[in-house]
T-cell receptor, first 111, second 114 residues
Framework: GDSVTQMEGPVTLSEEAFLTINCTYT??????LFWYVQYPGEGLQLLLK?????DKGSNKGFEATYRKETTSFHLEKGSVQVSDSAVYFCALMGEDDKIIFGKGTRLHILP | GAGVSQSPRYKVAKRGQDVALRCDPI?????LFWYQQALGQGPEFLTYFQNEAQLDKSGLPSDRFFAERPEGSVSTLKIQRTQQEDSAVYLCASSPPGGLSGYTFGSGTRLTVV
C-alpha cells in the first residue's frame, strides 16, 4: 500500500541555518503531496502542497518540490527561526482521497 | 464555524468505560476523516465519510470502535470498553469535494485510559 518515509528526528539547528527534512513516498498512480506542521500545543496545519510532478509548493519561506523520478518531496528552508520549532509531517493523498502521514520529524531551533 | 471543532478537548476514562468523541466539521465540507495519533507518531487513518456515507472504515482497530455521521454534518467516534492502548489523540479533519486543498484538522481530543 501507499506509504511515506521521512527522516527521523529530532533535528537541532541554530537560528539562520539551512534546513532539509527528507521525505520519500511509495504510491500507485499520481498522489498529491503535502507537508503539515504541528506547533507545540496546537493542531495540524497544512504548510504546503504539490499536486503533480515538478510542482513546487512554498509557504512561510519553506519549499518542497515534487520529484517523481526519485519519489521524493524534501522540505527546505534557507534560514530557520526559533519560531519554526515544531513537528513536521510529510504526507500523500492517493486516488482514494485518504491522506497517509509519515511519522513526523521534530525540529528544534536554538537561538 | 470557521474551523473544525472537536470536543471534549481532554477525556480521562477508566478502563472498560465507553466514550464518545464529537467532531463539528467546517460548514459545507462533505468529506470528514478520523485519525488516531499515538504519542510521538504520525496520525493513522481510522475512517472516512462522504456526507452521511461511511466510505472507508478500514483503519478502525477493532469492533470496539464505531463512527457515525447521521445527517452528513456532525460526526461521533465511539469507543466501547476502552483499553489502555486506546490512549491517543483523536483527530478529525474535513475537506471540500476533491480534497486537493488538503484537509483542515481540528485540535483533537486527547484520550487517556487509566
Amino acid at each position: 500500500g501507499d506509504s511515506v518515509t521521512q527522516m527521523e528526528g529530532p533535528v537541532t539547528l541554530s537560528e539562520e541555518a539551512f534546513l532539509t527534512i527528507n521525505c520519500t513516498y511509495t504510491a500507485t498512480g499520481y498522489p498529491s503531496l503535502f507537508w503539515y506542521v504541528q506547533y507545540p500545543g496546537e493542531g495540524l496545519q497544512l504548510l504546503l502542497k504539490a499536486t503533480k510532478a515538478d510542482d513546487k509548493g512554498s509557504n512561510k519561506g519553506f519549499e518542497a518540490t515534487y520529484r517523481k523520478e526519485t519519489t521524493s518531496f524534501h522540505l527546505e528552508k534557507g534560514s530557520v527561526q526559533v519560531s519554526d520549532s515544531a513537528v513536521y509531517f510529510c504526507a500523500l493523498m492517493g486516488e482514494d482521497d485518504k491522506i497517509i502521514f509519515g511519522k513526523g520529524t521534530r525540529l528544534h531551533i536554538l537561538p | 464555524g470557521a474551523g473544525v471543532s472537536q470536543s471534549p478537548r481532554y477525556k480521562v476514562a477508566k478502563r472498560g468505560q465507553d466514550v464518545a468523541l464529537r467532531c463539528d466539521p467546517i460548514s459545507g465540507h462533505v468529506s470528514l476523516f478520523w485519525y488516531q495519533q499515538a504519542l510521538g507518531q504520525g496520525p493513522e487513518f481510522l475512517t472516512y465519510f462522504q456526507n452521511e456515507a461511511q466510505l472507508d472504515k478500514s483503519g478502525l482497530p477493532s469492533d470496539r470502535f464505531f463512527a457515525e455521521r447521521p445527517e452528513g454534518s456532525v460526526s461521533t467516534l465511539k469507543i466501547q470498553r476502552t483499553q489502555q492502548e486506546d490512549s491517543a489523540v483523536y483527530l478529525c479533519a474535513s475537506s471540500p469535494p476533491g480534497g486537493l486543498s488538503g484537509y483542515t484538522f481540528g485540535s483533537g481530543t486527547r484520550l487517556t485510559v487509566v
